[in-house]
């Protein structure tokens, strides 16, 4: 099974790409891409929403229209069954939780390909949605600095300029947990302002990139 990473991220797409390393027998990951075009045919695309929202604005459906794309899987944080039905209403084929497990994630894709929707199990009534995801597979900018994935997350959208308010609406959490995550981010990476932490964002990949790449770190010689 042919497999593409989408993401803006260039360290999240190769983190993807080496979790699925030790299943080359089963996935081939033959590109990685920060620009949402897949150039390579591909049954799955895998598309990582970190620091995006791609299921309400264009990006799931610029990759859709994608003629090499296949099935399109997101993988995801944001679990919100209004979500689910939009990605599918759109033209996922698969909407994966980002707490599944390598295994379970390539399962899930042979599934896509083979046919099936596949999707994680959405929130019950009474689930905190601002928690901390448990267990998130890959890797994601500023985890060397101690970053959690969400407070990567918040800081990567505060780099991008987005305020309290539009990063509460992008990642579908309350403004006062939006908050906890900054608090934690600034003095994880030792900033107080605003501006300090857009700095360091800056300077250390939290803003998106341009790569695509054939054969992705963790994948060579497949």
Excluded: C
């Excluded at 003629?67 to 919100?80: D, E, S």
């Excluded at 302002?193 to 963790?218: D, K």
């Amino acid at each position: 099974m042919r497999v593409a990473i989408v993401n803006d991220y260039e360290v999240v797409v190769h983190g993807l790409a080496a979790m699925l390393a030790p299943y080359r027998d089963r996935v081939r990951v033959v590109e990685v891409d920060v620009d949402g075009h897949v150039a390579s045919e591909v049954d799955v695309t895998l598309m990582d929403t970190f620091a995006q929202q791609p299921i309400t604005d264009s990006h799931l459906e610029q990759v859709l229209s994608s003629p090499r794309a296949g099935k399109v899987v997101v993988f995801t944080w944001n679990m919100q069954p209004e979500l689910v039905d939009l990605a599918l209403a759109k033209g996922a084929r698969g909407y994966l939780d980002k707490s599944t497990h390598a295994e379970q994630l390539v399962e899930a894709l042979e599934k896509v390909a083979g046919g099936d929707v596949v999707v994680s199990p959405s929130f019950g009534p009474g689930t905190d949605t601002d928690l901390e995801p448990a267990d998130t597979q890959g890797d994601w900018p500023g985890r060397a600095h101690g970053l959690s994935p969400r407070e990567a997350e918040v800081l990567a959208l505060i780099t991008q300029g987005l305020t309290n308010t539009d990063i509460a609406r992008r990642t579908y959490l309350s403004i006062n947990s939006v908050k906890t995550y900054i608090r934690n981010a600034y003095r994880k990476i030792g900033v107080t302002r605003r501006s300090q932490a857009v700095r360091w964002g800056l300077e250390n990949s939290m803003t998106p990139g341009s790569e695509r790449t054939r054969t992705p770190r963790g994948q060579a010689g497949t």
